[in-house]
């Protein structure tokens, strides 16, 4: 959450930072603001709202100074207000700082800054580091002058920033002091600091939050992630922890904190992905709707390569045929909609691999001393390969012992970087908050996984397999089918818009559908949306139906139809109004469902794949006839980087 970048190089810095926060913007949209070097002091520019605000404001003050900083906001601590936005400023405004994370001790901190003197001028966590800066850069300036002694011919004392210059490859005073400073924090942080005595420098700091460093043909980029990278540079760095780096317009330096200094080290470059180039909504009004569109080619994406015809491969997993054999239970530990697609696999691998699997949300995971075995495999679901729950998770697992799996769509994620094993699932760059095709690719990973684990175990043969993996590959055809007649959704879509609340049902495959349409239908319309397994109804949650109460029901063929069906005339007695997702040629459904939104037949093992597609474009149809903002609904961010 929250989205930073630096920029120090020959070209004006605003319309780069503005460009590069454009992109991050999903990270978080409360507020933005960039500071820039503007001759010899820094020009700070904050603005409550989307970065076309702040844009707006930007643009006609004309600012040329070639190094910045810039940020996009996901309220934590502190309204989203103008004095609460990023960058934060020294007291006499010398310096400027962006920061992602969360400042754990930042009360204590603040308490002994204020009595130092220090004026605060938000209400946020983040200004504490600013402060703290400010405060171990004056400490080391004099330490510096009274050992340096640098006079200039005139005998009058030399700024020691110039003598640090002198000396290529040690970390500036400004390091030093962000060093000092990142010492007294507890939380998180990726932060971004500049400074008037130190023109023409960025320097950079990470604990947990993401943030890498690039060097392009005209300067050096730092970003919260590749995105906003994309196109500046063509190889990044991607900061570990505790690691700080120094940039200035031509190259960076990263060190590592050993004790009380700062020691320079290697930069461990990695290659950008092209495809998480910054996306293009092309000729969709919304990346929501182009992103349920793309999912046939991720389906086949994510296929491709994995069957031979005799044997499934996943390479990237990194276990053998006989470390693959002695897994005896799976925990899958996600977020959100990641937790749904896991508790789709649930089903598969214990149907498939008889392998008893446990689905949990992150979250709780880690507080809950759960049961690991060496025998035990931990699989991490992560479009963004950042939540921070996620991580934290992973962290623990490990500790424990387990072997653990990460399932990501991005490359070099923190997921990828902190698993075992990795598979990408190939949905590209997903932009819109709401998640749809990596979902799509998330189900589509964990299928596989359940085949191979089937396959290591024996428990399916060869054959099964091949069939199944037709099936699988067939599954991008039928999304096409349904993408193209999308008729039944719009009108069951105004037939609910001004519903107050909905409830969703479905057993099996289809309960955790009904899980993930309800979730789609609250992030992106506000409207209040229930998930129940069907037969959980009678057992408190169908005091709710009153006339006119849409419940729309996941009914496709499967071995709990019959019971569906009976669950969706509990609810149609009680005056329902009932949209049904179901199978072409069932001729039943008719007579009980208000609405029928038909898919084409899948095997109930693989409905989830077309199944929620209805479901993505109902949740995005009743918000467009809500006037909401499909791409950023309110309150959310795409990467939730704090626990
Ligand atoms: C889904 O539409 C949401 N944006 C959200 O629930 C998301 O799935 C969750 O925050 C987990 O994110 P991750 O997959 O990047 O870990």
Not at 73 to 97: M, V, Y
Not at 272 to 284: E, F, K, P, S
Not at 435 to 458: D, E, H, N, P, R
Request: hydrophobic content about 45%.
């Amino acid at each position: 959450m929250c989205g930073i970048v630096g920029y120090t190089g020959s070209r004006p810095a605003a319309p780069l930072l503005i460009e590069g926060l454009k992109r991050l913007e999903y990270r978080g949209y409360d507020s933005a603001g960039i500071a820039v070097e503007e001759g010899a002091s820094i020009k700070a520019v904050c603005r409550t709202g989307k970065i076309a605000q702040l844009e707006q404001s930007v643009t006609p003050l004309h600012l040329t100074g070639a190094c910045g900083i810039g940020h996009t906001r996901w309220a934590t601590h502190g309204e989203p207000t103008e004095a609460n936005a990023h960058p934060h400023l020294a007291c006499d405004g010398s310096i400027a700082i962006v920061h992602n994370g969360i400042i754990e001790n930042h009360g204590e901190l603040r308490r002994i800054l204020e009595e130092r003197g220090h004026a605060f001028a938000s209400e946020t966590d983040s200004e504490v580091i600013v402060h703290l800066i400010e405060d171990a850069y004056s400490m080391l300036a004099f330490e510096a002058s009274e050992e340096d002694d640098l006079t200039d011919a005139a005998g009058m004392r030399v700024p020691h920033t110039v003598a640090a210059e002198m000396s290529a490859g040690e970390p500036s005073l400004l390091a030093q002091a962000v060093g000092m400073a990142c010492g007294f924090l507890i939380g998180s942080w990726a932060l971004c600091v500049m400074a008037e005595f130190e023109p023409g420098k960025i320097v950079c700091a990470r604990k947990e939050s993401p943030l890498l460093v690039g060097c392009g043909a005209d300067g050096v980029h730092v970003a919260s992630d590749v995105t906003a990278l994309a196109g500046h540079v063509e190889q990044a760095c991607v900061l570990a922890d505790g690691q700080i780096a120094e940039l200035d317009a031509h190259a960076f330096n990263v060190f590592a904190q050993d004790g009380e200094m700062l020691t320079k080290v290697d930069a461990d470059l990695m290659v950008l992905d092209a495809r998480m180039d910054a996306a293009d909504r092309g000729q969709y009004p919304d990346f929501m709707l182009k992103e349920i569109h793309e999912q046939p080619r991720v389906i086949r994406d994510t296929l491709e390569d994995r069957f031979d015809g005799t044997r499934l491969t996943i390479d990237e997993l990194g276990l053998t045929h006989e470390e693959l054999n002695l897994i005896e239970r799976v925990y899958i530990i996600a977020c959100g909609t990641s937790y749904h697609a896991a508790l789709v696999a649930k089903n598969l691998i214990e149907g498939w691999a008889r392998i008893p699997c446990e689905v949990e949300v992150a979250s709780e995971f880690r507080y809950r001393n759960p049961i690991i075995t060496p025998s035990t495999l931990v699989v991490a679901v992560s479009q963004s390969g950042e939540t921070a729950d996620t991580l934290a998770a992973i962290r623990d697992a490990r500790i424990k012992g387990a072997k653990v799996f990460g399932i990501t769509n991005v490359q070099g994620s923190p997921v990828a970087r902190e698993s075992d094993g990795v598979i990408y699932t190939r949905a590209n760059k997903e932009v819109a908050v709401a998640s749809t095709k990596s979902f799509t690719g998330q189900i589509v990973s964990l299928t596989l996984l359940a085949l191979l684990l089937a396959q290591s175990k024996g428990r399916l043969n060869q054959g099964q397999i091949r069939l199944l993996f037709s099936e699988l590959v067939d599954t991008a055809a039928q999304a096409e089918a349904i993408l193209r007649d999308v008729q039944s959704v719009k009108e069951a879509a105004l037939a609910c818009k001004d519903a107050r609340s909905a409830m969703f049902i479905g057993r099996g495959m289809g309960a955790a559908v009904a899980e993930e349409g309800a979730l789609k239908l609250k992030e992106v319309s506000y409207l209040h949306a229930e998930a129940y397994p069907a037969g959980e109804m009678k057992h408190g949650p169908i005091a709710l139906i009153e006339p006119g109460f849409p419940v729309i029901a996941v009914a496709t063929e499967s071995p709990t139809y019959e019971k569906v069906l009976s669950n969706i005339q509990e609810a149609k007695t009680r005056g329902a109004f009932v949209v049904a997702v179901a199978t072409e040629g069932d001729e039943r459904i008719g007579q009980h469902a208000d609405r029928v939104i038909l898919i084409p037949k899948v095997r109930d093992a693989l409905s989830p794949i077309t199944a929620i597609i209805p479901l993505q474009l109902l949740a995005r149809e009743i918000a467009l006839l809500r006037g909401c903002n499909i791409d950023q609904p309110r309150n959310l961010a795409k990467s939730v980087t704090v626990e």
